[in-house]
């Protein structure tokens, strides 16, 4: 006979895609009439954003702009001067077709970029940045729970598990005017922007989730076009947004993710000379996976008092959601600008993080570097640039984990801020924030089958109420049980013990 199993559900977050699409950035171009000649490249950037992501049937397109920014130094005003050159890109990926509801997660990074001046007026650059995506989906897990049968005694353990109650990805807008002030001076035009957002505190409700925060702007811009006089100025914009996630709840961990898809900051002074007001129009794409703990039972092993069993096994996956780090940290490290004497600092900024963790015993070790740019002036007054790197080192608590350990850690710099301490040197501090989740992945053989063999009966001696058994120390109820075929509840009620272990050589009792 075939013995039927009470079975659980659990939702866990399946990776069913990633991929990337290199796109290549090939271009020979001169310089607009109204740009100056060039004296020397200071910086070539790319700045890729993401117009336009679709999701339909087993098809991802990404469409995008990829912004080429040249920063030069003018051969005539011995200013800093920008040149941009706009490239539109897509690419298009193919998918898993049986996903269920699948979630798109699209990443942008520079893979290289080189530069050089083939005149004044000429400029040859060669490059290439990637799309990188990850396709998720709610993966409904079975486990098997419990053997139905007056006759089956079964051995069990619980384990703790992650199961992914929700995922939810919405994009919302953000658009402000902001004013500079007019102590600043007008802007003429901007040099550089950059654009972050970040969460503070998280509310769930039933299906939905309240994210508050803080959007950054920041604005390097020129206030004389003749001069090339510039200025600096930090924006910092709160914001609240409700983000639907069917499925979160109050009691839920989240897993939030916060992708500026692309934004666009331009200038009232266009229209008026006098004007102090920026405009800023962001698009930005929120990410959700909401985590509840459960119990889940496992079937270790089994016996009928009344039939021989034949017992088939599977290993059963589990993640738990052992940490989600949420620290900041202070790097700071001395720099030099080499050969550059330095009179004054134009604007510093962070050009990207990377790091690596890596896990040892119960510390999650994460370390990298913040690739800082400095645009400075020399003792000349002349612009220079310079990159350098502010090195960090973190040690993340993780409690005991005895599986796999996958981390997602993402540092994000919050804030660059300097001191000069020398004629070419700097003291530079980056401020970090560490999130992310650390998950426990396990694998464990458990019971999913299980017949009786209706002519092999167990024998069962019935000519006594109870047995004398000689136990030794170290000897399991469990194997004591299953030879007498009785249950180690019995056993262990006859005896008043509470441990599933002899403690030391006895006689105990079995009934029958």
């Known amino acids: 006979m075939e013995y039927q199993f009470q079975r659980e559900n659990c939702f866990a977050c399946e990776k069913v895609f990633e991929g990337s699409s290199e796109q290549p950035v090939d271009l020979d171009f001169s310089l607009p009439d109204y740009?100056?000649?060039?004296?020397?490249?200071?910086?070539?950037?790319?700045?890729?954003?993401?117009?336009?992501?679709?999701?339909?049937?087993?098809?991802?397109?990404?469409?995008?702009?990829?912004?080429?920014?040249?920063?030069?130094?003018?051969?005539?005003?011995?200013?800093?001067?920008?040149?941009?050159?706009t490239s539109p890109f897509s690419c298009s990926f193919t998918v898993r077709s049986?996903?269920?509801?699948?979630?798109?997660?699209?990443?942008?990074?520079?893979?290289?970029?080189?530069?050089?001046?083939?005149s004044p007026r000429r400029i040859d650059i060669h490059g290439a940045f990637s799309v990188c995506v990850n396709v998720f989906e709610r993966a409904e897990q079975e486990?098997?729970?419990?053997?139905?049968?007056?006759?089956?005694?079964?051995?069990?353990?619980?384990?703790?598990?992650?199961?992914?109650?929700?995922?939810?990805?919405?994009?919302?807008?953000?658009?402000?005017?902001l004013d500079i002030g007019q102590g600043k001076g007008s802007p003429e035009s901007i040099l550089r922007s950059e654009f972050s957002i970040g969460v503070e505190s998280a509310k769930a409700l039933s299906d939905k989730i309240m994210l508050k925060g803080e959007a950054v702007l920041c604005l390097l811009y020129v206030t004389d076009i003749e001069t090339g006089a510039q200025d600096t100025m930090t924006f910092h914009i709160?914001?609240?947004q409700v983000i639907d996630v069917q499925g979160i709840s109050d009691i839920s961990q989240n897993d939030i993710d916060l992708e500026v898809l692309n934004y666009d900051v331009s200038l009232k002074s266009e229209y008026d000379e006098s004007s102090t007001l920026v405009t800023l129009d962001?698009?930005?794409?929120?990410?959700?996976?909401?985590?509840?703990?459960?119990?889940?039972?496992?079937?270790?092993?089994?016996?009928?008092?009344?039939?021989e069993l034949e017992l088939s096994e599977k290993n059963m996956k589990y993640a738990h959601l052992a940490v989600m780090p949420d620290m900041t940290v202070a790097?700071?490290?001395?720099?030099?600008?080499?050969?550059?004497?330095?009179?004054?600092?134009?604007?510093?900024?962070?050009?990207?993080?990377?790091?690596?963790?890596?896990?040892?015993g119960n510390t999650l070790l994460t370390k990298g570097k913040v690739n800082c740019c400095i645009l400075a002036c020399d003792t000349e007054g002349v612009p220079f640039y310079a990159e350098r790197a502010v090195e960090f080192s973190v040690n993340i608590p993780v409690p005991d984990i005895s599986g796999e350990v996958s981390a997602k850690i993402s540092p994000v710099c919050k804030s660059l801020s300097f001191r000069i301490t020398g004629d070419n040197t700097l003291e530079?501090?980056?401020?970090?924030?560490?999130?992310?989740?650390?998950?426990?992945n396990k694998v464990c053989r458990c019971i999913a089958g299980a017949v009786g063999n209706e002519d092999r009966k167990r024998i069962r001696d019935k000519n006594a109420a109870l047995t004398l058994y000689y136990a030794?120390?170290?000897?399991?109820?469990?194997?004591?049980?299953?030879?007498?075929?009785?249950?180690?509840?019995?056993?262990?009620?006859?005896?008043?013990?509470?441990d599933d272990v002899i403690q030391a050589h006895s006689m105990i009792l079995i009934p029958m």
């Open 35 to 85: 740009c100056p000649d060039i004296e020397r490249i200071l910086k070539c950037r790319i700045c890729p954003s993401v117009m336009s992501k679709n999701l339909s049937g087993d098809r991802l397109d990404v469409d995008g702009v990829a912004v080429i920014k040249l920063y030069y130094l003018d051969a005539k005003k011995q200013a800093v001067r920008l040149c941009e050159h």
């Open 98 to 118: 049986a996903v269920q509801d699948p979630t798109a997660v699209v990443k942008i990074k520079t893979e290289y970029l080189n530069c050089r001046a083939l």
């Open 143 to 177: 486990y098997f729970c419990s053997i139905e049968g007056d006759d089956i005694q079964q051995k069990k353990h619980t384990e703790q598990v992650s199961c992914l109650c929700g995922i939810g990805q919405q994009q919302f807008s953000l658009s402000e005017v």
């Open 238 to 240: 709160p914001y609240s």
């Open 282 to 307: 962001a698009k930005i794409c929120a990410t959700v996976f909401a985590y509840e703990e459960k119990n889940i039972n496992v079937i270790d092993d089994a016996y009928s008092t009344v039939y």
């Open 331 to 360: 790097a700071k490290q001395d720099v030099s600008t080499g050969e550059n004497k330095i009179s004054k600092i134009i604007d510093i900024w962070c050009d990207g993080v990377n790091s690596i963790s890596t896990f040892d």
């Open 428 to 440: 530079l501090k980056a401020d970090l924030q560490l999130k992310g989740t650390v998950f426990e």
């Open 472 to 498: 030794d120390e170290g000897e399991n109820l469990w194997s004591i049980a299953r030879l007498y075929c009785t249950s180690v509840e019995a056993v262990r009620l006859e005896n008043d013990l509470t």
